[in-house]
T-cell receptor
Framework: GQNIDQPTEMTATEGAIVQINCTYQ??????LFWYQQHAGEAPTFLSY??LDGLEEKGRFSSFLSRSKGYSYLLLKELQMKDSASYLC??????????WGAGTKLIIKP | IAGITQAPTSQILAAGRRMTLRCTQD?????MYWYRQDLGLGLRLIHY???????GKGEVPDGYSVSRANTDDFPLTLASAVPSQTSVYFC???????????FGPGTRLTVL
């Protein structure tokens, strides 16, 4: 079967750095997405990786290792507004997104 | 530009009733999707449409049907609602099949 694993919840301090990990086992791989979802709202796109390595976009970076079935989302200079759930999703061989359950990130002052 | 709109925002429905959730996008995206999101589970794909006039089944299609008569609209119908269909339903669209997906605000459905 297909499986995406992420930690259920993480806590970090305002101004700090946090890394959210995602491991996957899917039938095929055509890219990995990270989305942010604030409570009660819709998911919004953060990043896309299809090749190994690090993609940096402002305070957010995403890393992919296809051989290890592993990705992480790195958030720097954390702000209170970064409190949200972070969803990892893999595009499988049928070009359908398989979603992890999400990591709830709690930011403390 | 509205992006994607969904209606209704929320609904309480008696079991056995028929219900259609509406989804409209104004971005001229080719692909559209319906997901359900339940606590502790990831988003699960119900049905999708890669282009107007075509539809496909996702991971959890039973009890749901869709149509894609034109580019903009992608309604989801529950023929006879059951309590296990209580969930938050998100419609999404993407310009191309493998592209970034844009989500509507969601419909919170409760089936009693």
């Amino acid at each position: 079967g297909q499986n995406i694993d992420q930690p259920t919840e993480m806590t970090a301090t305002e101004g700090a750095i946090v890394q959210i990990n995602c491991t996957y086992q899917t039938s095929g791989f055509n890219g990995l997405f990270w989305y942010q979802q604030h409570a009660g709202e819709a998911p919004t796109f953060l990043s896309y990786n299809v090749l190994d390595g690090l993609e940096e976009k402002g305070r957010f970076s995403s890393f992919l290792s296809r051989s290890k079935g592993y990705s992480y989302l790195l958030l720097k200079e954390l702000q209170m507004k970064d409190s949200a759930s972070y969803l990892c999703a893999v595009l499988d061989s049928n070009y359908q997104l398989i979603w992890g359950a999400g990591t709830k990130l709690i930011i403390k002052p | 530009i509205a992006g994607i709109t969904q209606a209704p925002t929320s609904q309480i429905l008696a079991a056995g009733r028929r219900m259609t959730l509406r989804c409209t996008q104004d971005m001229r995206h080719n692909a559209m999707y319906w997901y359900r999101q339940d606590l502790g589970l990831g988003l699960r794909l119900i049905h999708y449409s890669n282009t107007a006039g075509t539809t496909g089944k996702g991971e959890v299609p039973d009890g749901y049907s869709v149509s894609r008569a034109n580019t903009d609209d992608f309604p989801l119908t529950l023929a006879s609602a059951v309590p296990s269909q209580t969930s938050v339903y998100f419609c999404a669209s993407s310009e191309v099949v493998a592209g970034e997906q844009f989500f509507g605000p969601g419909t919170r459905l409760t089936v009693l």
